[in-house]
DNA sequence: TTAAATCCTAGTAATCCTATAGGGTTATTA
DNA sequence: TAATAACCCTATAGGATTACTAGGATTTAA
C-alpha cells in the first residue's frame, strides 16, 4: 500500500499541473482543494522541491511550480523519492538494494524470480505514465 | 514492501512442495531450514491452514502438507490472504475495497487511473504464477 | 512595514510489525 | 503409557513507521 505521503505527493503534483497559469501555487491552495493537512503538504513538498521536481518563491505571491514539462515527469521516480524501492522485497530492488537477513543465498532464493517479474510489470507501468498522464 | 508474515509463508509453502514424500513436514523442520522463529511460522501456517491452502496432521510424525497441486496453489490467493490487498491504494483494491477519506469522487480521482494500471499488472504475474513455479 | 508565503527542525501520538514467551490442550505413534 | 507435535490462546515488548503538529525563521510583494 502506498503511503499517504506518496498519495498527497502524486495529487499535489497534478494539481500544480493543471493550474495552466505561470503564477506559482500556494501550498494552501492545494491543502484545501485536495483535503490535505497543510503542515503535512508543506513538508511533502519541500521533500520533492529538494529532488528537482518542484521550484518556489517565497513570500507573497509566491508558491511552488513545476520545474519540467508534466510529460517529462515519470511516475516511476515520484514514487522512488516518496516511498522508496518499488520492488517488494528489498534483495531484489534495483536503487534500494538490501540483503535478506534470512537468505543464505540468493540465487537460491525461492520467490526471488516472483519478486522480479512482479518489480518489472510494476516498473513498466510507472515508467511509461508521466505526470501528463494523471491530468 | 512484502511484509515477513508474507515472505516467510511462501518459503514455507516452497519447502513443503519440494517434499517428495507423502508424510507431513514437521513444523520445526520448516522452521529451521529456512530461518524462521518457530512460533512465528506456526502462526502463519495456522493462517494457511485455516484458509484452505493446508493440511495437518497432530502428534508424532505429524506436521503439514499440502491439499492442493502446487500447480493449482496460485501466488496471488496466497498473498492476498497472508499479506492482503495487492492494490496500492484501497479505492481500487477489488477484495479489500475502501473508500478514501480524502477524496470526493472516486471517478475524477486524478491517480487512480494509475493505481489501476499498477494493480492490474501486478495481478497478471500473480495470477500466472502458482507455487509449482517457486519450485 | 505588514501580510503572505515558504523554509526548516523537532517532536509526538498512534499504530503496525515482528516477533518472544508461556502454557495448556489434543491427537498420534511407538 | 510416554514422547512428540500440532493447536490455540494470551500477553508483551521493542522498534519502526506513519501522519501529522508546533513554532519560529526567512523571504518577498505591495
Chains 1, 2 share one sequence.
Request: proline residues 4%.
Amino acid at each position: 500500500m502506498l503511503s499517504k505521503k506518496t498519495k498527497y505527493g502524486l495529487k499535489a503534483l497534478a494539481y500544480i499541473a493543471r493550474q495552466e497559469c505561470d503564477t506559482p501555487v500556494p501550498i494552501g491552495a492545494i491543502a484545501e482543494s485536495e483535503n490535505i493537512s497543510h503542515k503535512f503538504l508543506e513538508s511533502i513538498l519541500l521533500t520533492l522541491r529538494k529532488s528537482g521536481f518542484l521550484g518556489s518563491k517565497k513570500g507573497k505571491g509566491g508558491g511552488v511550480y513545476l520545474i519540467k514539462e508534466p510529460k517529462d515527469i515519470r511516475m516511476v521516480d515520484v514514487i522512488r523519492v516518496l516511498e522508496g524501492p518499488i520492488a517488494l522485497v528489498p534483495c531484489v530492488s534495483l536503487n534500494f538494494y538490501e540483503k535478506c537477513d534470512d537468505c543464505p543465498d540468493e540465487k537460491t532464493c525461492t520467490i526471488s524470480r516472483l519478486m522480479i517479474q512482479v518489480r518489472d510489470s510494476t516498473l513498466t507501468v510507472l515508467r511509461k505514465n508521466t505526470l501528463a498522464d494523471l491530468m
